[in-house]
């Protein structure tokens, strides 16, 4: 699901010079470069290539374990789901069904299997296959890794035949036109014997009925997909497309430049700006579907109540995490680690999903304020001792280890500032950059850490890695929980919300649910980051973005975008002359870029998405 985003793997290179106070950055180039030396198209033995840029390791390409975004977004690509979302205003479609109709008092649902989507492997998909997919998750713990809350209130699922889905829930559930769930063929997935190891990626190519079939996969490298000539919808119009691994953001942006690869997301403000003007090269910079936050470690938890981990018990107290976020700048995160490329974060759903999105009344909005949170710290019972640290009640100095991605210059650039913003405080900060910030993460060894999740026109999902049920069965186990939170305030609010059919009741629900979250201090949202990304259009003739107007174009709500980018016409190679382009440096060449916290770099977040 591309909901699924926690900073597991979110690739990029921090090539940040500016700290704190610092007004310029300077660049020194080294040799002349052309923007174009390669061919206009990207070809392979005559065909036409699409080549995407990611940033993020797939974490597994199994449907039922899978959180990170670029695996989540494989599976859009590959499986279909019993609904879809509008690209022009993310309402529900038909999928893998057609038509769902509820009973009179909504807890049956029937789904109408199309009859016209076959797998890959020519046998027909049917509801069986939704049956299975879902019976699976509900009794199998490691089927349900990572999309077990769609189906934690499902009573009993039947196929009453080849199209005729049946649904019946313990409750009323207000999500099922939007059961973000790829669904399987039985056929191949009743082999596997543990699900929660099983990653899918040992023998291609893999059996599906999306609009592309996975085809190759080496990590760290590539997935490559072809066009599923049988998909209902029409088949793509490339004639393959490719997801190559960059860890290093500038080397991605290196190869749209050269046209070795056709799409590059996550740019920085600096590389976005470089971008804009130069020849055959789009760049789309549009509000995002995701958010970007600093999670607490409440004290690491199982649902059998076993404590774990290694939080710093300073966070258990509200009074200390509002303190902390108090002393967050977040229209200095805005301003000068995404140069103006994101919105001021408050509540936990971005702003392009007006629906649902919240703000903090005039009372309540927790602003920049250190004086204030000093004075919270004191009450809480920490002082300074007479080295201007601040010490608990057992006379250490308090330091926090935030974890964050040594490949996101994002959080590196806030992590500088907070050990500025928190040294004031006398708190010390230690950044714990990780390639691998899974396993701590997993394991409750961090006091803070950078989060971040793309959420979908359904927030449910997003919502319920809150939760109590969400915890790990014990602490060796794997939860679907975002940050060990639980809390039987939101739980409650929880249920009301998912029980809500009237979307208008609903919505407030979800709003104070929202709110709760933003009064525990849990999570501090800091800002809502724009997509930031840029293509070829000597490659990509055309491509759908989500919501069509102004979205995103990678990690979408469904496969619109690689589903109906078109080859741009093969045009005739320009000699040496014209090839030369926009020159990017010269030699002892010095390129100024003003402005506080630039960075040349690409940015993604995840853990168990991007953890999308």
Not at 228 to 252: C, H, I, T
């Amino acid at each position: 699901m591309d909901t699924h985003d926690q900073y597991g793997a979110r690739g990029t290179v921090l090539r940040l010079l500016a700290a704190a106070g610092a007004a310029a950055l300077t660049l020194t180039v080294g040799l002349v470069t052309p923007l174009n030396p390669a061919p206009q198209q990207a070809e392979a033995d005559g065909e036409k290539v699409l080549t995407v840029a990611v940033a993020q390791s797939v974490d597994s390409l199994s449907p039922f374990l899978a959180a990170r975004l670029v695996s989540t977004s494989m599976h859009r690509l590959t499986y279909e789901y019993l609904t879809n979302y509008d690209p022009k205003d993310n309402h529900a479609i038909p999928g893998l069904a057609t038509k769902w109709e509820p009973s009179a008092d909504k807890l049956t649902w029937t789904y109408t299997i199309r009859d016209n989507s076959k797998w890959s492997d020519g046998k027909q998909a049917t509801a069986e296959d939704a049956a299975w997919t879902f019976n699976t998750m509900m009794t199998d713990e490691g089927a349900a890794t990572a999309n077990g809350s769609f189906v934690a209130n499902f009573k009993k699922v039947t196929a009453l035949s080849p199209t005729k889905l049946v649904i019946e829930l313990k409750k009323p559930q207000a999500t099922m036109a939007a059961l973000d769930v790829p669904i399987v063929p039985k056929h191949v997935w009743e082999k596997v014997d543990d699900f929660s190891k099983f990653n899918n990626d040992k023998s291609f190519p893999v059996v599906g009925n999306g609009p592309f079939i996975l085809t190759g996969y080496k990590a760290d490298s590539y997935v490559r997909l072809k066009p599923n000539k049988s998909f209902w919808r029409g088949a793509p119009k490339f004639d393959e497309l490719v997801f190559k691994y960059y860890k290093d953001g500038d080397a991605a942006v290196a190869a749209l430049q050269k046209g070795e690869v056709s799409f590059v997301s996550g740019l920085t403000p600096a590389q976005a700006a470089a971008l804009k003007g130069q020849a055959d090269v789009t760049v789309n910079d549009a509000p995002g579907r995701r958010f970007y936050a600093l999670a607490t470690n409440p004290g690491a938890q199982s649902k059998d109540g076993e404590k774990f981990g290694d939080g710093h018990a300073s966070l258990l107290d509200q009074r200390v995490r509002q303190a902390l976020f108090m002393a967050v700048d977040r229209q200095a995160v805005v301003d000068k680690v995404f140069q103006g490329h994101a919105e001021e974060g408050e509540g936990y759903i971005p702003p392009r999903f007006s629906t649902y999105y919240w703000q903090p009344t005039d009372g309540q909005k927790i602003t920049y304020n250190p004086q204030k949170a000093a004075q919270l710290l004191k009450d809480a019972g920490y002082s300074k001792n007479g080295d201007g640290k601040l010490v608990g009640k057992n006379g250490k100095p308090v330091t926090y280890r935030v974890l964050c991605h040594a490949t996101d210059p994002q959080d590196k650039a806030v992590g500088k500032y907070l050990q500025e913003w928190w040294g004031e405080l006398g708190i010390g900060v230690t950044l714990d950059c990780l390639d691998n910030v899974t396993d701590p993460w997993l394991a409750g060894k961090y006091d803070l850490a950078f989060d971040g999740w793309s959420v979908n026109p359904d927030p449910d999902f997003v919502l319920s890695i809150h939760t109590c049920s969400a915890l790990p069965a014990t602490p060796k186990d794997i939860g679907a929980t975002d940050n060990f939170i639980c809390d039987k305030k939101f739980d409650e609010l929880y249920a009301q919300q998912l029980a809500e059919y009237d979307p208008a009741k609903r919505a407030e629900i979800v709003k104070k649910m929202e709110s709760r979250l933003y009064d525990t201090g849990y999570m501090n949202v800091m800002a809502y980051p724009n997509a930031v990304e840029a293509y070829r259009t000597d490659q990509i003739a055309s491509i759908t973005k989500m919501p069509e107007a102004a979205g995103n174009i990678y990690g979408q709500d469904g496969y619109w975008s690689w589903w109906s980018a078109a080859p741009a016409a093969a045009s005739e190679s320009s000699d040496d002359s014209s090839q030369t382009g926009v020159i990017i440096g010269i030699v002892a060449g010095v390129v100024v870029l003003a402005g506080l916290g630039v960075f040349f770099a690409m940015r993604h977040r995840a853990t168990a998405e991007d953890r999308e």
